[in-house]
């Protein structure tokens, strides 16, 4: 025998009448001092997405090859061997919309697809140290200095760019202000209004020898290393095919991932700081090609520093949400940290609320000790409130990640 709709909705009703609802979680309000600061405890250190870098320390320490690793990490993803690419990476310190570089024996210069020439070694009768590239009338001129700044033409295919600088010995050095940052490859000059913006143009694995010891530490295992070095890898891949900007693949800041060259030098030549390291460059090439994909296409391979026991979803499928035993396994981790802020802090962060008197945690995401991580929080002050994300709270206040609560 058949009911109707509003005879079934009125069942549903008396069921769920029945049935005990879940208990909210209750709110967590810190009152804030006039003076003093709240103490707080946390988990983690960063977003907690992807990879825990002290987690593949921990897996390191208990046996498991990077393979393993990175399966633990990017749940669904294929680890695949792929031959390597050339990478066009922003410059982000050059902010005066010029280039310059320095000159060495038998530097060259190319204007768009045009072959490269090598550029002269003396201007007026004197020797020349440095060329740079500025935007002129009609595109981009290439000028050597020798006492003075001399126009040297590379045609015509000049001016639209990019000019390219090249040398024998396979690395250019970038003249940063009184830094020479030496890269592999070569530095190019790109017409991107008002001025000009440099960029590297290198090979995936060339780079990835500067990136990999700037996001991971080189003496960690190998096993860690060499996860790292695919995780980076896999990141530039997808960066290149999902997300490049119009004139690069990627950029050089942590908004990408660091990347510093070579070695950087004074302007004397002295030897300031090396960014390449022996057992990172071993990482590399022992994973040469080895990246992750997902439906044939690079993962978006997040990492951060800890996870403090439970990673959190990402938006792609392989980025998933699961306890992990190894983030805590290596002690000296930011696994647990105590920190504190205070009413000023909150106030810096969050202006518009005037003089804040009380933080509420409205919400948490459920995983993992004290309800997990901080999802919502709400200030109150004098001159109203403000409804923030946990992540949110956490970037403006400066704390170590979302998954926080006050000090018992």
């Known amino acids: 025998m058949s009911r109707s709709r509003a005879a079934w909705a009125a069942v549903a009703v008396l069921l769920a009448a029945l049935v005990p609802a879940a208990p909210a979680a209750a709110a967590e309000v810190v009152t804030l001092p006039s003076s003093g600061e709240v103490a707080i405890e946390g988990r983690g250190f960063g977003h907690g997405r992807g ?15 990077y393979e393993r690793i990175l399966a633990h990490y990017y749940r669904g993803a294929e680890l695949v061997t792929r031959d390597d690419i050339q990478l066009r990476v922003r410059v982000t310190a050059d902010t005066d919309d010029q280039t310059w570089v320095l000159h060495t024996a038998g530097t060259a ?30 595109g981009l001129v290439l000028q050597g200095y020798a006492r003075e700044w ?18 024998p010995t396979g690395v250019v050095r970038l003249m940063l202000g009184p830094t020479h940052r030496e890269y592999r490859g070569a530095v190019e000059a790109v017409a991107v209004a008002p001025g000009v913006g440099t960029r590297v143009v290198t090979s995936l694995e060339a780079y990835l020898r500067s990136v990999v010891p700037a996001e ?3 003496s960690w295992p190998a096993a860690a290393v060499r996860a790292q070095a695919v995780a980076a890898r ?17 950029c050089d800041s942590t908004r990408c991932q660091v990347f510093n060259g070579v070695a950087d030098y004074t302007a004397a030549g002295a030897l300031v700081r090396r960014y390449e ?32 026991g439970w990673t959190v979803r990402g938006s792609r499928p392989y980025l998933q949400a699961f306890e992990d035993p190894y983030d805590g396994v290596v002690s000296g981790s930011p696994h647990t940290w105590r920190s504190s802020f205070s009413a000023a802090d909150v106030a810096a962060a969050f202006p518009r ?41 956490r970037i403006a206040l400066g704390l170590r990640s979302a998954w926080w609560r006050v000090a018992g």
């Open 51 to 65: 990879m825990s870098q002290w987690g593949a320390y921990g897996a390191a320490v208990s046996g498991l090859s």
């Open 277 to 308: 390291h022996p057992d990172s460059d071993a990482a590399v090439a022992a994973t040469a090609g080895r990246l992750l994909v997902h439906a044939g296409i690079p993962v978006f391979a997040q990492f951060g520093s800890a996870n403090g």
């Open 353 to 393: 609320v005037g003089r804040p008197s009380a933080v509420t945690v409205t919400a948490r995401d459920g995983l993992g000790a004290w309800g997990g991580r901080v999802a919502a929080v709400e200030i109150r002050g004098s001159a109203g409130s403000a409804e923030v994300t946990g992540e949110q709270f």
């Open 109 to 138: 210069a190319a204007a768009g697809d045009g072959a490269a020439q090598t550029l002269p070694s003396s201007l007026g009768g004197r020797p020349v140290t440095a060329w740079r590239v500025l935007a002129g009338r009609s």
């Open 216 to 218: 991971m530490p080189a």
């Open 234 to 250: 896999s990141y530039a891949r997808w960066q290149r095919t999902e997300e490049p900007g119009g004139w690069y693949d990627t």
């Open 150 to 167: 001399y126009p040297v033409s590379l045609g015509a295919a000049a001016a639209r760019g990019p000019i390219r600088f090249t040398s």
